[in-house]
Structures are given as C-alpha cells and as structure tokens.
C-alpha cells in the first residue's frame, strides 16, 4: 500500500472506478510486455528490514510513531503495530561490493534506530516472532495510528464476517481467537527482492518456487509463540493464518488463503501471473487515482505507475511475490522473497539474501523447466516441511528424499557460489556471506539457538521471565554481531537482566483443567482426588467461569454414595473472588488473605484465562 491514502470499496461508483483502474493497468501491463519496454539484461537486489521494539522489560513498545516521527528519514516506515517498524534499503546493481554495502548502510540505518530508541527507553529486537509477545500486545490499543491499517482490518473483517480460531501445533500447541489482522503484526521479516528478466518470468518464478524449501530451513528462526514451541519457522503458520479471509464454507470465491505457496507451477507471462491472481482473490481496497490512466501513459511513452495493479497485489501475500516497480530509466519486474525471517543478525540477514540471490541467478540450464523436473506438489511440501522441521527435515528432490544439511551443502551452496560469481560480485562479498551459510549448517540455525537455549532456560526460571531472557541475549549478541551460528547460551548477567517484579500473568497457571457445569459430580470430585487438584473451575456453556470447586468443601463427599445423586451446581461456590492478569502479586497476596482463600481466578471480563494459587506466589518468595 505504500503511502497510499487508502479507502474502502463501498459504493457502486467506487467499485467501478477502481475496477476499470486495474483492467487498465492489466491492459497496460500487457502492452508493455509485449513492446518490450521492460528493462532487461540488468540484475538489482534490495530489501526491506523489518524490526521489534521493545521497552525496559524486553516486552513490546508502543513507541514506534514517536521514534519514527523523532527519526524523519524517508528510509524509514511504519508497520502494522506500534511496535514495528521497517528499514527500505536502497536497491543496488548486483555486481561488485553490493552485498557489503547494503550490509553496511542498514547497519548504519539501524543504528540510527538505536539512538532514536533509546531516547524512549526502548531497544531494537531483529528476530522472526519476538518471544515476549502476548495476547495483550495484539489488541487494536498496539495498531499503528494510520487509517489504511484501519481500512485494512475493517475490509478483511467484511469479507470474512467472522472471527478466526487460529491453531497452530508443533511440540506444543496453540489455540488462539482473534477478531482483526493484529496476529499478523508478530511477524516481522527480512523481505528480499531480486529483478527478473520478464521473458525469463516464468523460469524465473517456478525456481524461487522449487527452492523455496531447502533455503528457508537454514534460515528459520521463529520457533517459539507465546511460550510455546511450535514450528521452526512458525511464521509461516501464524501469518497464513492471520490475514485468511476464506469462511469455511467456501461460500466466497477464494479457494486459497491469501498467505500461502500457491497450487501449480505458474505458465505464460507476468501479466498471466496476475490476472490469475485477480481471479483468485477479491479486492479489499482503492485509493484516488490519477486523472491519466495508465494505457494512456504507456501509449506517450511513459511508465505508469499501476496504481490500482500495485495496491491489489499489497493486499495479496504469496510467499514469492511478484512485483512490478519504476526504479530507473524503464519499469521492471521483481521477485519479492517473503519468507525469510528478520534476525537474528545484520550478518546473518544479508547471508541469507546472498544465498538466495546465488541460487536464483546460479539456476543450472537443465532447470529452466522446473515443470518437467518435479511435481509442484513436492516443492509445496518441502517448503512446509521447512517450515515445521528447518534443517532437521528431509526433502524431496530430484525423485530421491534427501536430509536438508546434505542437499543444502553438496548442491545448493555450491549454486550459490557459482550463480553470484556469474555476477561478478566481489569474490571477499562471496566467500564471507556464504561462508555464514556453510557454518550455519554445519551448527546451529537461529531456530535451534532459540529452542536449546529457552529449555534451558525453563529449568530455571518461570516462562515469563525465560522469554525476557532470551529477548535479552538476543539483544546482547546482536549487538556483538557474531553470527548465530557462533551463538552460546545466555549468562548470569542476562539471566538478571530479565528478571523483574512479577504480576498475576507471570506465576498464573494456565493449563488448567476445569469443569463444566452439566458434568457428573462424581466423575468430578474423583478427578480432584486422584490428581491431588486444591482448586477446579466450573464453566458454562459458553466458557465462562460460574463457579469453583475446593477440595476443602467436596474432599469427604468423594467416597460417599450421595455424591452419584449430586451435580456441579449442588457443590461449587458461585459467590467468586476473581483477580486480573496485571495485577500485581502484592494484591493478589493480600485479596487471598482478606477472604482466607488460597485459590484466585484468573479473568477477562468473564473468560477464565488461568488460575493463581497461594503455592504459585510461595514458590515465587
């Protein structure tokens, strides 16, 4: 969407206005293909560096606006929550010292973004999902204050015309409602971008498609949400989710989720690519356009911009996206790489986009059709098993299953090598990026660091703290900026600095059993005495808390014959002393004592969302 004034297509008038703008553009598109006015034979990379804040307690900011507005660089844009933002890199020839100076002018860029923070209180966090994230940051309170997010979330919430249950399960699992597209704002990501030749389009496509898997595994490095270790990228699972607006009766036109790897290899041309995409997923929003329409524009000579196309295409989300832009003399056509993850360093980020680069530009002859050497359903499947497994998964190529390590050392880097040296990139840019890569396999990814070094952190400390932990050490050694590849686990000073006073949230139990209110007592009482449970909820039909039964109130009632006649009703308290989850322990403690209970509720409004014992605020002592 850029820095569109968007709105939404309400009226009759406004759908057809927009809609004769993105015909236009399509005819538009298609005249210049067809002319050859594209530019050619030259190849740019750039990107896009998405990044975190967070403030004292390595938790979320809400400073984004006020660090933004303090920075005033036109390099700098907002993101979705008021918690990220984002870095455009300036596009460069790939050739010579590019990947070195991008390196270094996003380091620069970032750097900046320190100091700006800092004036806040706050620090920069480059890392896939940020781990202290919690339901409390993904209310609309954390929306960025711009009216396109706004217009956004409204039209997406229209077209679905109802809430979405996301889950997600890996080791553990997760269940999660939500009523807007905040869930897509725990993403953030390392967007690379190279230009295609457009008579090259689909070769082009299909490879990015084909290798999508194997370069996604070493880079994955999203693994835990919300204290839950999920997949090792669980990026992939939490946004394809976050913005799906199919409603599970496939009433709506739209088969396939707007995040998502696509269903075949794509054939024909670019502009093929999108009347396809036109036809698979409905428009959510327009803007004003110019007076002259793009068709016009091309048949003076000029490059239209292809406003209506462009913000169409900003609300579509495949992992390979292809963009049309007029970055010099003649518009050209780019792939955008959506998948690889922010973090866990500068170093580690333009590894990953020289890695990517090398294979695209290194594609051996014999895979200009892709089409002829592999099912499209197999790529599909590598790339989520990359998702879910990284570097511990098998892929599927060349008719043969072969472990990701062996595939990406033996075939893959050795693309790599020979594709950016085929561009003439500095050998020292080559040999030290890719390097990054090679370690990397032969070590630890950014998902395995996370994962080994939060279980041993568990053994510890409680989940609350763990998570600042290791926001903290990622802060730390990306400071450093060693590779992670080289990444130890955390230290002393780490372990204090993320420790803070606890509130409620922190020492609740969240995996709790509970009752409902139609179950047999008996069944009930017995589940109590047989897990030596002091306290258990009741629910009602609607899964909101009604009542609590105590052990102290049913214990002598578990081996009586009365309890077979008894209900739930009969036997729990419904006179409750709740507590919230930001409250602090010191009124929780003092709530306990005033009524001489030993149990608090945990609530929102009347959701239960954990139980605090006595015992949880003993152990915290």
Known sequence: MGNLAVKTLDTSLERAQYYRQLLTDIAALEVMLEDGLFERNEMHIGAEQEFCLVNADWEPSMNAPKILSDLNEPHFTPELTRYNLEINLDPRRLQGTCLSDMHNQLRDLLGRAQEAAARHGDKIILTGVLP??????????????LNRYRILNEAVKHVRDSDLEMHIKG????????DSIMYEGCNTSFQSHLQIDPEDFSSAYNWAQAIAGPVLSVCANSPLLMGRELWEETRIALFSQSVDTRRST???????PRVGFGSEWETGSAADFFKRSVARYRSLISTDFEASDSLEQVNRGQAPALTALSLYNGTVYPWNRLCYGRGGKKPHLRIENRYLPSGPTTADEIANLAFWTGIMTGRPSEFDDIRKKMDFRDAKKNFFHA?????????RWQGKDVPARELLLDFFLPIAYRGLSRMQ???ADITKYLKLIENRIRSQSGAEWKIRTYRELRKELRQPDA????????????LKGYPVATWKKYTCNEVFSGRRSASVRDLMSTRIITAH???????VVHLMKWNGFHHLPVLDGNQELIGLLSWKDVGELADSP??????IADLMKTELITTGPDKSIRSARELMASYGIHCLPVVSGRELIGLLTSTDIDNED
Do not use: K
Not at 250 to 256: G, I, K, M, P
Not at 387 to 395: D, E, K, N
């Open 425 to 427: 990139v500095a050998g």
């Open 132 to 145: 202290t994230i919690s339901t409390r940051h993904l209310g609309q309170a954390y929306m960025a204050p």
């Open 171 to 178: 080791v553990d699992e997760v269940n999660l409602h939500h």
């Open 387 to 395: 998702a879910r497994y990284g570097m511990s998964a098998q892929f």
């Open 562 to 567: 009365e309890i077979y006649d008894m209900r």
């Open 467 to 478: 998570l600042r932990v290791l926001t903290a050490s990622l802060y730390n050694r990306s």
């Open 250 to 256: 496939f009433r709506l036109n739209e088969r396939e």
């Open 517 to 523: 209110e139609n179950d047999s007592a008996a069944l």
